[in-house]
């Protein structure tokens, strides 16, 4: 009961750690602080102290028991026999290792609507009816934007120059009926208006006493003065026709002409057919990126600056700022995981009395050899993403830092069991084969009831929610699956039997010269408990 209530205490600690950490971040780390005090460090010193008494009196502290004589039957013997024939099991693992480096190597990075909504809904439904009718359908508008001294001609001609460049490129931007590039208005488009309509020009005349002219009949106002007088009247007036009809009002108008005394701003905008196809939009970008390029030379002279972004472009940026971060946080967290297993199996080796330096040695070795399994699952689970078709967003990209978080988990249980159990046994098999029943069932189980509870965001109405439970429980089922099929190999190839005078001490041991000791039998590796001893 006592027990009991400590865990039921210990869990509150905890939990209400976490959440003032959240809420008052000072009253957190003190509670945090005083749950490693009370059921950390203060068990530990208990412990040692414990320990050291008992040493002194020359008396044990618990019985010694060699493994458990229940547990999951199958698990000990699938991984005694794939151990046993690791000279195929581990080529065979090299292989689709191989094939699950490639396969997510090719996984595709982008974010589709489909991810957000079901496709049964009205909205994506809409989506592809206007894809399939209005042209190119529609994405995010992107552009070129333009700010500084906008009021020379051959400024507006130059912008006129990126639209055209634009519109002949091959890129897949928004395209009306007659399969022509859609543009946004812009300043030129204020000053074409100006310049052609009669109403626009009388009212400018009245307004500013500046006379708009077109003597070259380009359709643009002929100086600079000219084109100021325009910007200066649409700040606060409508933009008409030649018919004297309204085509901008001045809150219309702002959206894509900022005018103050110190310049102007105007966008080359048009929108990119796609919300999320990483191609599209990188295709679309290079293309303004080129126009804007093009027209640079001709507006630094007027003191004009021009930079490209926009919605695709701006998402496309993050979604790939994101998975770069991924890339280089993977490694870093390989890396003190690594650390975390290597302390681990350092207190674990230290328990059996051993030199320093075997104890860092082996800890060291146990701990990379640990950390293969996990980088299998992190290949295994893209690769799996890849067949599938699924893409890499900022939720599955999540899957990664997980697979390590769940796999470090299973392979450290069974390393430490494998140990533990080997540490008293005279052959390398029954202790695996122990470990498998004991510590591989439970696994099992544990692995089960995740892929169950993850299993059930199946049924989630929202498909990235779908995705990321269906991808969560394929992680937990390939981080069981190598670390009671994989693992075991691999600690027979760092682990070296016994042999000579230890291995013959430690039969009899066993034994105590009653039977013939036979490593590969499942009888030998629960003999102790199997007789009541």
């Known amino acids: 009961v006592g027990q009991q209530l400590a865990f039921v205490v210990a869990a509150f600690i905890a939990a209400m750690a976490v959440v003032m950490a959240i809420v008052f971040p000072a009253i957190g780390w003190a509670m945090y602080l005083i749950f490693l005090g009370l059921f950390l460090y203060l068990p530990f010193r208990l412990t040692r102290r414990r320990n050291r008494r008992a040493a002194e009196e020359e008396r044990p502290l618990t019985d010694e028991v060699k493994g458990a004589g229940h547990g999951f039957k ?16 581990l080529p065979v693992v090299a292989v689709l290792a191989v094939l699950g480096v490639i396969g997510a190597s090719k996984v595709e990075s982008g974010f589709e609507i489909k991810d957000f909504f079901s496709s049964k809904t009205g909205f994506v439904m809409s989506l592809d009816k206007l894809e399939t009718y209005y042209g190119s359908g529609g994405g995010d508008l992107d552009y070129i934007f333009v700010e500084g001294d906008l009021t020379s001609p051959q400024t507006l001609i130059a912008l006129e120059s990126a639209s055209a460049d634009i519109a002949a490129s091959d890129a897949e931007f928004v395209r009306d009926f007659n399969d022509d590039v859609q543009f946004n208005p812009s300043a030129v488009t204020v000053v074409r208006l100006a310049t052609e309509s009669e109403p626009m020009r009388a009212a400018i005349l009245t307004a500013t006493g500046v006379e708009i002219t077109d003597t070259d009949g380009d359709g643009l106002a002929d100086t600079p003065e000219q084109v100021a007088a325009i910007y200066a009247y649409a700040k606060d007036n409508d933009v008409t026709n ?13 959206r894509f002409l900022f005018i103050s005394d110190e310049g102007q701003a105007t966008t080359v905008a048009v929108g990119i057919a796609t919300f999320t196809d990483d191609k599209i939009i990188l295709a679309a970008r290079d293309v303004l990126d080129g126009a804007a390029a093009a027209i640079e030379p001709q507006l630094s002279a007027a003191g004009v600056s021009v930079a490209v972004s926009g919605g695709a472009i701006t998402s496309q940026d993050s979604l790939d700022s994101f998975l770069r971060t991924m890339l280089t946080s993977l490694p870093i967290a390989i890396v003190l995981t690594s650390l975390i297993v290597f302390v681990t199996l350092f207190f674990v080796f230290r328990n059996f009395g051993r030199r320093m ?16 399994p996990i980088l299998l699952v992190v290949a295994w689970v893209y690769g799996f993403m890849y067949l599938v078709g699924y893409k890499l967003n900022l939720i599955t990209a999540m899957i990664a830092a997980i697979s390590i978080g769940v796999g470090v988990d299973y392979a450290t249980h069974f390393t430490v069991r494998f140990i533990e159990e080997f540490e008293h046994e005279p052959s390398r098999f029954p202790a695996l084969r122990r470990a498998g029943e004991g510590t591989g069932g ?40 190598v670390s009671l099929l994989v693992l075991p190999s691999l600690l027979l190839l760092i682990t070296p039997s016994r042999k000579g005078a230890e291995r013959e001490e430690m039969i009899e041991q066993v034994t105590r010269g009653e039977y013939e000791y036979e490593p590969h039998s499942r009888e030998q590796a629960f003999q102790d408990q199997d007789s009541g001893d």
């Open 74 to 89: 199958a698990a000990g013997t699938i991984v005694h026999f794939l151990a046993r024939w690791r000279v195929i099991t």
């Open 242 to 254: 030649n018919d004297g009809v309204t085509v901008f009002r001045p809150d219309q108008t702002e």
């Open 357 to 372: 330096a075997s104890i860092l040695k082996r800890s060291a070795r146990y701990a990379l050899i640990s950390m293969v």
């Open 442 to 481: 439970a696994l099992a189980i544990s692995a089960a009831t995740s892929m169950t509870g993850f299993a059930v965001m199946a049924t989630a109405p929202m498909p990235m929610f779908v995705t990321f439970g269906v991808l969560t429980a394929v992680m937990i089922a390939f981080s069981l699956l």
